[in-house]
């Protein structure tokens, strides 16, 4: 089971319900492209029906991510932990810079370069480390290019 937050839960329904919304606008692409004639090398059909298919598959991904998933309520979750939801500000052991980090239940796949704070899931190396630690505590997080050390500044 995964947790995502109320907000999360709401993109995904609004995405899938975008999704259902493609079923007519793909049946109707695969209609005039069928009534162009023969099938066998009209691409404008073969284009559709692929792109059918390609909705179909993602809005069954769709509704498994809403059964597996669990909603974490706001005040549910203790504020003197990082948690599902919780924005982490952490300082960076070797260079002393400091950064907002936001836990998500799952990667929002828009990236906003406005924010404030850096998006990092669950389950990642990051969010991993993170979850259910306390404002002061030392976390090491096992990356890619090695391993670095944070310390916990603040919990929002």
């Not at 029906?49 to 909705?55: A, F, I, S, V, Y």
């Not at 991904?61 to 924005?87: C, M, N, W, Y």
């Amino acid at each position: 089971m995964e947790f995502i937050t109320a907000d999360e839960k709401l993109q995904i329904e609004t995405k899938l319900e975008d999704r259902k919304a493609q079923r007519a606008v793909l049946s109707v692409r695969i209609a005039e492209a069928r009534a162009l004639g023969d099938l066998k090398e009209n691409a404008d059909y073969h284009a559709a029906r692929e792109d059918q298919g390609l909705n179909e598959a993602e809005i069954r991904r769709l509704e498994e991510k809403l059964r597996q998933s669990s909603v974490i309520e706001e005040g549910a979750v203790p504020t003197d932990i990082v948690f599902l939801g919780s924005v982490v500000r952490l300082r960076d052991e070797d260079d002393d810079s400091e950064e907002l980090y936001k836990i998500v239940g799952q990667a929002s796949g828009t990236f906003n370069f406005d924010s404030d704070e850096i998006e990092v899931t669950a389950t990642s190396p990051m969010g991993e480390s993170l979850m259910k630690a306390r404002v002061g505590d030392s976390v090491k997080v096992s990356l890619p290019r090695g391993e670095k050390r944070f310390v916990i500044v603040e919990i929002r």
